[in-house]
């Protein structure tokens, strides 16, 4: 089926591992974004990418990378994992443009970092 | 900037009673608006969203919400809700920011059909 597929769905590591969740979606969209949330937080935006190879930084980008080689996939990685990472994570995708800003969002993975 | 508020952290109600979540937003450029649901262990989807024209949009399920751009608002409504409308709902706006729609996220509703 159509749509965005994230990976693993649950992880535990520890504090200072390194932590890549991938995002592979199969509508070509062209935007793409990872989220966190959190309780009393809402969702906030960590990285966004317009198209391969571009990629710009959202509200709290701290302790994240991202790359976007092909269009279908956006990693995020976490180079050192920290406690305060510990977060439900949610990719999401816009259509061709983006103009509306309608997202259409994956299942989550929800980390936890010990 | 732009934000979004949304006051009510958790609303009860019982079964087949009417319910109205708030959210208000504030936005120096025009703004689409939506509200997302979000079900347990899920991600979120898409209820409605007001892009232009009417003010009242209404989604399949029964939901509705208005436009108010005097008083900068979209509150969701429902005139009887059931037991399967137990989730989190989310208002979020998007506006022109250097060449993309960014989205802002209100904080979130519980929304806890009594039965």
């Known amino acids: 089926d159509a749509g965005i597929t994230q990976s693993p769905r649950y992880k535990i590591t520890e504090t200072g591992r390194q932590v890549t969740l991938m995002c592979h979606q199969t509508?070509?969209?062209?935007?793409m974004f990872w989220y966190r949330q959190d309780l009393g937080h809402g969702l906030r935006l960590i990285y966004y990418s317009a198209a391969a190879d571009i990629t710009d930084k959202g509200e709290v980008p701290d302790g994240y990378v991202v790359s976007r080689s092909k269009t279908e996939n956006f990693p995020l990685t976490l180079e050192s994992a920290t406690r305060s990472q510990t977060s439900v994570y949610f990719c999401a995708s816009s259509e061709p443009g983006g103009h509306t800003g309608e997202l259409f969002f994956g299942e989550g993975s929800r980390l936890t970092v010990l | 900037a732009q934000s979004v508020t949304q006051l009510d952290s958790q609303v009860p109600v019982f079964e087949e009673a009417p319910v109205e979540l708030r959210c208000n937003y504030s936005?120096?450029?025009?703004?689409?608006l939506f509200w997302y649901v979000q079900y347990p262990n899920q991600g979120l989807q898409l209820l409605l969203k007001?892009?232009?024209?009417?003010?009242l949009v209404e989604s399949i399920n029964g939901f509705e919400a208005e436009f108010n751009k005097s008083q900068t608002s979209f509150h969701l409504r429902k005139p009887s809700v059931h037991i399967s409308d137990t989730a989190e709902y989310f208002c979020a706006v998007s506006g022109n920011s250097g060449g993309y729609q960014k989205v802002t996220f209100g904080t979130g509703t519980k929304l806890q059909v009594i039965p």
């Open positions: 936005s120096s450029v025009s703004v689409y």
């Open positions: 509508w070509s969209h062209s935007y």
């Open positions: 007001y892009l232009s024209g009417s003010t």
